[in-house]
């Protein structure tokens, strides 16, 4: 059972998942943020672009994300980005590292961090340091074990969209609904600026809460689409 936020998250660094004991077990509705699909051969994780349109003829694309994969996965966000008026992404910036982890293996993958190309224009929306250690403190002393295969990362990772107990640990220990309350009023600002499409970048743990947000704004989800993050074969 999950107690608290430094002992529920089996894992989650910024959208770094580990699995939770029992959490395959728990029953939930389709993915609508995250998933894994394929075969006994080869799964492959997958994460949700969704497009939503407002009354005013606004369109908004919200690219939920994880923050390793495949180098591909990064590239493929140019032609997302290359029509949107606004771009607003997630990323409480730090002046160290708030969680110590005990593995540096990334089983190939690459990071967010380093090679997604956003243009100029794009724009952070999030809590600043100090707001977000004093809502989240958990965070800030946590060593974090990362899992052994690719297999155990894609598992963790999808287990935000299948396991309602992990959606709500991460959600309390990083500050997610705090954090997209931010998110929102960016996107408030666009819409009066008159922005016609405006792009949202946020790892997929963010996903149900924007999306509840979004459709309190007005906005209507209109169509979902899926980018390949990762893929593991039989011997991950």
Same mark, same amino acid.
């Given at each position: ?12 660094? $910024? ?34 672009? &969704? ?23 990064? *590239?493929? $966000?140019?032609?997302? *980005? ?11 910036? =730090?002046? =160290? ?9 990334? $089983? ?18 999030? *809590?600043?340091?100090?707001? $977000? ?16 295969? =690719? ?36 996107? =408030? ?6 922005? &016609?499409?405006? @792009? ?13 947000? *979004? ?15 990762? @893929? ?5």
């Amino acid at each position: 059972m999950m107690s608290s936020p430094r002992t529920a998250l089996f894992f989650l660094l $910024f959208h770094f998942a580990v699995l939770s004991a029992g959490a395959s077990q728990c029953p939930a509705a389709d993915p609508q943020y995250i998933r894994l699909a394929g075969n006994a051969h080869e799964r492959t994780l997958k994460t949700a672009v &969704r497009q939503y349109v407002h009354p005013a003829g606004v369109q908004l694309t919200l690219i939920n994300t994880v923050h390793l994969a495949e180098p591909e996965y990064f *590239l493929s $966000f140019a032609g997302l *980005l290359a029509d949107s008026d606004a771009i607003i992404v997630e990323g409480v910036k =730090r002046s =160290r590292s708030p969680v110590r982890i005990k593995s540096t293996s990334t $089983f190939g993958l690459v990071s967010q961090s380093q090679n997604l190309k956003l243009p100029q224009r794009a724009e952070t929306a999030d *809590l600043d340091e100090l707001s $977000f250690d004093a809502i989240a403190p958990a965070v800030s002393s946590v060593t974090v074990a990362m899992p052994s295969s =690719r297999m155990e990362l894609a598992t963790g990772l999808a287990s935000i969209d299948t396991d309602p107990r992990v959606l709500v640990a991460c959600e309390m220990a990083y500050a997610i609904r705090q954090r997209n309350a931010v998110a929102i009023t960016a996107v =408030r600002h666009a819409l009066a600026r008159g922005e &016609r499409h405006i @792009t949202l970048i946020y790892g997929a743990a963010h996903g149900p809460d924007l999306n509840a947000r *979004l459709t309190g704004l007005g906005f209507t989800l209109e169509t979902v689409s899926w980018l390949n993050a990762f @893929t593991v074969g039989q011997n991950p």
